[in-house]
């Protein structure tokens, strides 16, 4: 989900505030230079703070270090939330944004899908050479340590390929759809409005993995999480089933 930060720099909708934090901690990554954008703050006349996000790369070597600079705290954490907001009400948005979430969700499972067919030719690896030193223990001394190595190395791969299928397996039962995305998006905005500051940071970073600001092209891309849109469309249904 792409959008022009120009176009709602000013502009009315949601204002966020977040008295004890940044909304986007963790979250907000430098378009220029890939680096996490920490969230700072700065007091001036009248004992005004005035919070910012600037990349790490800013912050340790100035300002001109990176074309990004520092970036208000406001104004990227309330057109964040106003672009969510705006999935629910703009038709051809929310298509767009239901067919990057299906790529996204597609992507990770044929990656996890590579590894776990790479671990599993490592496996067989392993296992032909365990078999090559096994027939050569009877005359080899040195078998023995190489056998107990390869044990090892077989072991590591075996815990990596048993992550890899949990993560396919939970991926598998995550996926999105319209009915869900919808279920999200009728959520957000009641539920926004009723937390804290540190509630709505969690709940941010539910629904979005990663968030990337460049200020040359004066784009913000939001990607969102399909466990996490998931998450809060079963909350929802759930929340309707006991008032029903």
Known sequence: M???????????????????GALLKGLLYCGVC??????????????????????YMTQKRGRHACPNGWLPAEQIERFVVERIRAIG????????????VRRQHE???????????ALKRELRRLNARINRAARAAATDGQAAARLAELHEQIAGVQHR????RQRMAALEG?????????????AFDPL????????????????????EYDRQA??????????????????????????A
């Open 161 to 164: 390929l048993a992550e890899v």
């Open 34 to 55: 890939g680096r996490l954008m920490g969230h700072t703050y700065s007091v001036r006349k009248r004992n005004r703070c005035y919070r910012y996000y600037a990349c």
């Open 2 to 20: 792409q959008e022009c930060l120009r176009t709602n720099g000013r502009t009315g909708g949601m204002y966020v505030r977040n008295k004890h």
């Open 174 to 186: 995550q996926t999105v759809g319209r009915q869900e995305l919808d279920a999200m998006l009728e």
């Open 218 to 243: 004066g784009r913000v891309a939001i990607t969102l999480r399909p466990p996490g849109i998931r998450t809060l469309a079963d909350q929802a249904q759930e929340k309707r089933e006991v008032q």
């Open 192 to 211: 926004w409005t009723s937390l804290t500051p540190q509630e709505q940071a969690r709940l941010l970073r539910l629904l979005i993995e990663r968030i």
């Open 107 to 117: 992507e990770r499972l044929t990656s996890l899908r590579e590894e776990r067919d």
């Open 89 to 100: 009400t703009d038709p051809n948005l929310r298509s767009v944004t239901l067919a990057q």
